[in-house]
């Protein structure tokens, strides 16, 4: 069985989400792995440099869809990968600086970007194809595993999809679903 046996038939797409899609139809990404950052702002003549200081990650746009992503030096991947992803979701949907905007549009804006980070690096399509087992759930550290990313971003993730906390996605005889589990 595979994960789209536990997802509704009838999901509406939203816009971060078609937008990602777009993104991914021009590579040839079948597997998660695949997925390469660098290669996509690349294509889209976004720049990543490292950033002068070295807790701040941020984006300056240069026109449309276009810019530079600066990164904190010295990041393990998996949080490079996630930092730049937002960042290029910033210079993909976004033609307004941050600075020059409310509170309200700079949060707007962020989860945004966040939303549309998660749907480019656990695409639909891909998340749909991990196999559970009758004999052991698929749990947020496998998932982060398949698609090199942390387990907060797994998390992030689940939670646009269903409507509770995931911490595994499980098989039994009788059906299948998620499962939460419980704090002693």
Not at 4 to 20: F, G, Q, S, T, Y
Not at 81 to 99: P, T, V
Not at 149 to 164: C, G, T
Request: proline share 5%; hydrophobic share 40%.
């Amino acid at each position: 069985m595979i994960i789209a046996d536990i997802l509704p038939l009838h999901r509406k797409v939203n816009m971060m989400e078609e937008r990602a899609n777009h993104v991914l139809d021009k590579f040839n990404y079948k597997y998660p792995d695949q997925i390469d950052i660098e290669e996509i702002c690349a294509y889209y003549k976004i720049f990543i440099k490292p950033s002068p200081q070295p807790d701040l990650a941020y984006s300056v746009c240069t026109g449309f869809r276009r810019g530079y992503i600066y990164i904190p030096p010295g990041l393990d991947y998996i949080k490079f990968k996630e930092l730049a992803g937002e960042e290029f979701a910033h210079l993909y949907l976004h033609n307004i600086s941050q600075m020059q905007t409310t509170k309200e549009i700079h949060a707007h804006q962020e989860r945004q970007a966040k939303n549309f980070s998660a749907y480019l690096y656990m695409p639909l399509k891909m998340l749909k194809k991990v196999v559970i087992s009758y004999d052991q759930p698929v749990d947020i550290s496998m998932l982060a595993d398949e698609f090199l990313v942390s387990e907060s971003f797994v998390y992030y993730r689940l939670a646009l999809i269903f409507p509770e906390k995931a911490d595994a996605i499980a098989r039994s005889k009788e059906g299948f679903g998620y499962i939460k589990w419980m704090k002693c």
